[in-house]
């Protein structure tokens, strides 16, 4: 099964670097993404009167602060896995969620090697998506062909729902010690309900994408977040 991990940020600080293991323990590492401050970022909200983008930083405790792609037999194995990260920052917080669109609209894999700066699109979550309520057949498959449009431009890199995080596991390391949470989770504003990784000339560029996808929520919010170079 495919999992993605979302890095938490830390009390002290957003970006950093959080070591992953170097075992292999039945998890293939397909995808990472380490992104740039939230002060590089900015968010689309969509309403009735039109899109708004509000510039970071962001300052709720949960910005994410980068993405992994993975492939393992169960989400315990994920965790396990995570507990193997050797000793690096004094706490790190990791969100393990199931990927899949609950309407079916299949993944983009990631397949294209970079030859641009990358982007990652989060998608907010809200109470429809946390409760996997079913999608517009007619906009899914609008999203659909966008990101077929969007592989063939070699624009779109990698791209999934996530399901509700009542599939999802929080993994937390302070003070020498780990614990684990599964979900649901409950502060709905900051939950992440799909991802996509894009790459793009420049910010603007990435956000004129955004401005013209066919979302399946009538009212979404997108953050986008510059990934750090490699």
């Not at 590492?29 to 970071?56: C, K, N």
């Not at 969007?150 to 509700?164: E, P």
């Not at 979900?183 to 004129?208: R, T, V």
């Amino acid at each position: 099964m495919r999992y993605v991990i979302l890095r938490k940020a830390g009390p002290h600080r957003e970006a950093g670097s959080f070591p992953l293991p170097s075992k292999a323990s039945g998890v293939v590492l397909h995808e990472s993404a380490e992104l740039q401050p939230s002060a590089s970022g900015v968010r689309v909200s969509f309403s009735d009167e039109g899109p708004r983008q509000t510039a970071g930083p962001f300052i709720e405790a949960q910005v994410v602060t980068g993405l992994d792609i993975v492939e393992a037999d169960s989400r315990q194995a994920v965790t396990d896995w995570l507990r193997e990260r050797p000793a690096g920052d004094a706490e790190a917080e990791f969100e393990i969620r199931e990927t899949g669109c609950a309407g079916g609209l299949p993944g983009v894999d990631p397949s294209a090697a970079p030859t641009k700066p990358r982007f990652l699109i989060l998608l907010k979550a809200d109470a429809d998506t946390e409760a996997e309520a079913p999608s517009d057949p007619a906009r899914l498959a609008a999203m659909a062909q966008r990101n077929d449009e969007g592989v063939k431009a070699g624009l779109l890199l990698a791209g999934d729902g996530l399901r509700s995080t009542a599939r999802g596991t929080r993994v937390k390391f302070a003070g020498g010690r780990t614990s684990v949470m599964d979900g649901p989770f409950a502060e709905a504003k900051e939950l992440i309900a799909g991802y996509w990784l894009i790459q793009a000339d420049s910010l603007d560029e990435a956000i004129a994408w955004v401005h013209c996808y066919p979302y399946a929520q009538a009212q979404p919010e997108v953050e986008i977040r510059p990934v750090a170079a490699p």
